[in-house]
């Protein structure tokens, strides 16, 4: 079943727009092929708590600023009441501390989020970019598009120039009073470490965050720092619980529009994984690398932010496949991964 789309055009940058009763949809620019996140306001005692912050950009500053005098107009005053960062990467948590020091608003994130976002930050434990460029030189990839990564180091740092040094940690099953309503915290795994998701009973909506999006599929990378994970695996048993939610629940993702549909959309994204999956196990008939296999899950031209993505997520089918019993791992002379298709035993006669 597709998606059942309620609200056809998003906001303007700068402008809002109300999803449900005391839940505003905001939506901000990012400089990628993604263009835009969506970011929400909700109505809250004596103000507005925010849901994600966007990337450091002067525009979304600007946007900010605009949505920030409309509030001082509205009967709550602009005053910001906590700020709600769903995961570490730069469009979620890059203005977080600005916004914290302009409203003297708390940040709230899990805990697995926030040191994270500290770790790349500082490139510490394993985190950073020269532990990401051994790993992706020991699944293949070539020395040109090695150094264009290279040449793009810093970048986690360009869209969070600074990070919040003080936050309320959300714990999963957390119950957040928000102005007349209760939000549960979701806390979802594969896509980042410790996602929040917020679903609130009373109105019927699920702030999905990245773990669930209406059109694309979400990113599910293996870091150098945890180079054997199934973050498929944990992301799809994440997305799994949502199917427990009533089929009349309003998703609002951080990318694309809100939408109904929850299982659907959860099927869905089983089915493409499974697709990818046996894309990529077919193709190990002799020992592929990651690198190998980028055209088997991407048949376009890859740009290098586009390529640093690519190489995370095969990495995380292959090691699903690993995982699964459907592919075997072997390291080379020459130092490079390499996947074949296990070997089963032939049938007894």
């Avoid at 708590?49 to 950009?57: H, Q």
């Avoid at 203005?95 to 409203?103: D, H, I």
């Amino acid at each position: 079943m597709l998606p059942d789309y309620p609200f056809a055009t998003p906001p303007a940058a700068g402008e809002m727009f109300e999803v449900a009763p005391g839940v505003r949809w905001l939506r901000m620019p990012l400089p990628f092929a993604l263009n835009h996140i969506n970011l929400w306001l909700l109505e809250d005692d004596g103000g507005w708590t925010i849901v994600d912050t966007g990337f450091a950009l002067d525009a979304v500053k600007e946007c900010w600023q605009t949505v920030l005098s409309q509030l001082a107009a509205t009967t709550h005053g602009g005053r910001i009441v906590r700020i709600i960062v769903t995961h570490f990467h730069p469009d979620h948590l890059g203005l977080a501390a600005w916004l914290q020091e302009l409203s003297g608003a708390p940040v709230c994130m899990t805990l697995g989020e926030y040191l994270t976002g500290h770790a790349v930050w500082h490139e510490i434990g394993g985190h950073g970019n020269q532990p990401m460029l051994r790993q992706f030189r020991a699944h293949g990839l070539d020395a040109e598009r090695c150094a264009a990564l290279e040449r793009r180091s810093g970048g986690y740092n360009r869209g969070v120039p600074s990070l919040p040094t003080r936050y309320q940690r959300l714990f999963a099953g957390d119950r957040l009073a928000i102005g007349p309503h209760r939000w549960q915290v979701r806390v979802g795994y594969g896509h980042s470490p410790e996602h929040a998701a917020l679903y609130s009973s009373e109105l019927g909506v699920l702030i999905s965050g990245d773990m669930l999006l209406p059109k694309i599929s979400t990113n599910i990378s293996v870091f150098a720092v945890t180079p054997m994970a199934d973050s498929l695996a944990d992301y799809l048993h994440s997305i799994d619980a949502y199917r427990e939610l009533p089929p009349e629940t309003l998703v609002l993702p951080s990318h694309g529009l809100p939408f109904y549909g929850i299982e659907g959309r959860v099927d869905a994204l089983h089915a493409h994984h499974e697709e990818r999956l046996l894309a990529l196990e077919e193709r190990c008939g002799s020992p592929r690398t990651a690198a190998d296999l980028l055209m088997a899950l991407f048949s376009r031209d890859l740009d290098t932010h586009q390529t640093m993505f690519a190489m995370g997520e095969a990495i995380a089918h292959l090691n699903r496949l690993e995982h699964a019993g459907r592919l075997t791992r072997s390291e080379g002379a020459d130092g490079l991964i390499r996947f074949v298709r296990t070997q089963r035993p032939a049938p007894e006669p």
